[in-house]
C-alpha cells in the first residue's frame, strides 16, 4: 500500500477549534473516509470525500485536495466527549470497492 | 436491530492453538471485512467479502482463512495461534462496499 500520513497526537482546549490533517500519495485515490474511534470502542463514519471541496456536518468539517494529496478534519467547538482517535482512511482506484487503506490514526486530547 | 456483532469479546490462546472468531450483521449487507488493530498501526485488512460465497485477501492475511455461506455471517479462523497474532479484531460491514463500514466491537485476543 502507499502511505498515508497523520500526526499522532494533538493536544487543544475545550471550546478551541483542532485541524487534523491527513496527507497521501495522489496517484491511484478514489476517495477518502475519516472516522472517530474513542478508547476501547470500534471506529464509527465521520465522513467520506472523493471530490475537492469541504463538507460540513454540525461541528465536523471535512476538506479534501485531490490534486495535493491532502484532507483535513476540523472539530470546531471542542468537548471533552471529542476526545479520541481519529482514523483517515484512502480507498484506491486499484483495488474493489471496499477495501481502505488506514492511517495510524491522530489521538485527540482534549484539556478543561 | 443489533448491527454488528462479534463474539467473544475477549480471548487467550496458546501458541499452536486454533480458534474462530464469529462475526454476523442483521443488516443485510453484501460486503464484510476482518480488520486488525494493533497499537501505532492503525487498522489492516486481513479479508474480505463482496458477498456469499466470495472471499479475497486483505494486506495481512498469513495465518487466517474465512469463509462466507450466509449474507449474515463471516467468521475468522486462527489455524495455529502465534504470539504476532496478539491484537484486536474488528469485523466491519457495508451495503455494498461502496459506503460507509459498521464496524463491530471487537475481540481483544492473546496469544501466550
Known amino acids: 500500500g502507499q502511505n498515508i500520513d497523520q500526526p499522532t497526537e494533538m493536544t487543544a482546549t475545550e471550546g478551541a477549534i483542532v485541524q487534523i490533517n491527513c496527507t497521501y500519495q495522489t496517484s491511484g485515490f478514489n476517495g477518502l473516509f475519516w472516522y472517530q474511534q474513542h478508547a476501547g470502542e470500534a471506529p464509527t463514519f465521520l465522513s467520506y470525500n472523493v471530490l475537492d471541496g469541504l463538507e460540513e456536518k454540525g461541528r465536523f468539517s471535512s476538506f479534501l485536495s485531490r490534486s495535493k494529496g491532502y484532507s483535513y478534519l476540523l472539530l470546531k467547538e471542542l468537548q471533552m466527549k471529542d476526545a479520541a482517535s481519529y482514523l483517515c482512511a484512502v480507498r484506491w482506484e486499484s483495488d474493489s470497492w471496499g477495501k481502505l487503506q488506514f492511517g495510524a490514526g491522530t489521538q485527540v486530547v482534549v484539556t478543561p | ?89 474488528f469485523c466491519a460491514s457495508s451495503p455494498t462496499g461502496r459506503d460507509e463500514q459498521f464496524f463491530g466491537p471487537g475481540t481483544r485476543l492473546t496469544v501466550l
Open chain 2, 1 to 89: 436491530n443489533a448491527g454488528v456483532t462479534q463474539t467473544p469479546k475477549f480471548q487467550v490462546l496458546k501458541t499452536g492453538q486454533s480458534m474462530t472468531l464469529q462475526c454476523a450483521q442483521d443488516m443485510n449487507h453484501e460486503y464484510m471485512s476482518w480488520y486488525r488493530q494493533d497499537p501505532g498501526m492503525g487498522l489492516r485488512l486481513i479479508h474480505y467479502s463482496v458477498g456469499a460465497g466470495i472471499t479475497d485477501q486483505g494486506e495481512v492475511p498469513n495465518g487466517y482463512n474465512v469463509s462466507r455461506s450466509t449474507t449474515e455471517d463471516f467468521p475468522l479462523r486462527l489455524l495455529s495461534a502465534a504470539p504476532s497474532q496478539t491484537s484486536v479484531y
